[in-house]
């Protein structure tokens, strides 16, 4: 049985190492999808030239050009319907999305901690990471869950810890984290393309078999 790709569209506003990831894994064949479509929330973001590099479309929906979230996550569901992608991934995506009819279950982001700690709006980027060293954690790593209405508060589909080391800084500690993020988010992304993910409340069950066939 051939199982058709996965269309990805991933959404950015920054250096797209999340987005480069994703594309070497599909080229690595240990991805079964294909990026149809990249869409950033700022001009200048360099993963834009990722996208161009590999020869995928890609569109700026500018933030700053809109009035309100509400406007301009109208004009970005308007490019995103030319694609009609079977996922959305958020890779350092530092807008809210607003989850439109028809796009429960189906929007996926990567957070650089264990959600629910250090996660929420403001929690981006470097920020977390300093905010897990302030506080004085001793475990840190990441997590891969669906969007649900607000940021970070979705269903969790997979998570990996790192230690916090005595002479970490947001540096390596980022490294540490970025490292496992670069193995989660194609698993979880895999796993569903398989149709293994199943959404009952808060809880993601992981399948041993595909939910729907084909997928
Ligand atoms: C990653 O750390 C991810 O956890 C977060 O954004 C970072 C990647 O940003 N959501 P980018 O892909 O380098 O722009």
Not at 49 to 76: C, E, M, T, W
Not at 83 to 111: C, M, Q, R, T
Not at 169 to 198: D, N, S, W
């Amino acid at each position: 049985m051939t199982m058709r790709l996965l269309k990805l569209a991933v959404l950015i506003s920054g250096t797209g190492t999340t987005l480069q990831n994703l594309i070497d894994h599909i080229r690595a064949g240990k991805l079964a999808a294909e990026i149809c479509v990249v869409i950033s929330s700022k001009t200048d973001a360099y993963g834009l030239v990722r996208a161009q590099q590999y020869g995928i479309p890609h569109h700026v929906v500018p933030r700053k050009n809109f009035a309100d979230l509400s406007s301009f996550n109208k004009a970005l569901h308007a490019v995103l319907s030319l694609y009609n992608p079977d996922l959305i991934i958020l890779a350092g995506f530092l807008s809210l999305f607003h989850l439109e009819p028809g796009y429960k279950g189906k929007v996926l982001n990567i957070h650089p901690a264990l959600i629910p700690a250090f996660c929420g709006k403001g929690y981006y980027g470097k920020r977390v990471h300093q905010a897990v060293l302030d506080y004085g954690v001793k475990i840190s790593g990441c997590t891969v869950h669906f969007v649900d209405e607000t940021y970070d508060t979705g269903p969790i589909i997979l998570q990996s810890a790192v230690p916090v080391e005595e002479n970490d800084t947001v540096e390596t500690l980022a490294a540490r984290v970025f490292h496992e993020e670069c193995k989660l988010y194609p698993r979880a992304i895999q796993l569903y393309a398989e149709g293994r993910l199943r959404i009952e409340g808060r809880r993601v069950r992981i399948l041993e078999k595909p939910e729907v066939e084909g997928r």
